[in-house]
């Protein structure tokens, strides 16, 4: 069984940083995409970043040039390094990954989430 483990949230600052990790264990044969995504109360679920298994990078527009998404494929883990960070990234962060269980196709599987709170 396929597990997405997130840590690192809590509460920050305006301004300051942060650093969330999500670590993928179990019977995996192979990761596909990675991704960090945030839902704030009330509102539906977003797409912070992406990373492709070569390492190519998406961001949505709010968070560019503040956050970094990266991976060690040898720890089958994904990064999101935040900086500058606003009242408005408060969110609970979510981790996503495109995984091949053994099974010769890849399944969507979701972390349970880790708070990120950023207020004075």
């Known amino acids: 069984q396929v597990r997405l483990v997130e840590s690192g949230g809590g509460l920050v600052q305006p301004g300051g940083s942060l650093r969330i990790s999500c670590a993928a264990s179990g019977s995996i044969w192979a990761i596909n995409g990675m991704g960090w995504y945030r839902q704030a109360p009330g509102k539906q679920r977003d797409m912070v970043a992406v990373?492709?298994?070569?390492?190519?990078?998406n961001y949505a527009d709010s968070v560019q040039g503040r956050f970094t998404i990266s991976r060690d494929n040898a720890k089958n883990t994904v990064y999101l390094q935040m900086n500058s960070l606003k009242p408005e990234d408060t969110a609970v962060y979510y981790c996503?990954?495109?995984?091949?269980?053994?099974?010769?196709?890849?399944?969507?599987?979701w972390g349970q989430g880790t708070q990120v709170t950023v207020s004075s």
């Open positions: 996503n990954a495109d995984i091949d269980d053994g099974l010769g196709y890849f399944d969507q599987y």
């Open positions: 990373i492709t298994s070569g390492g190519s990078t």
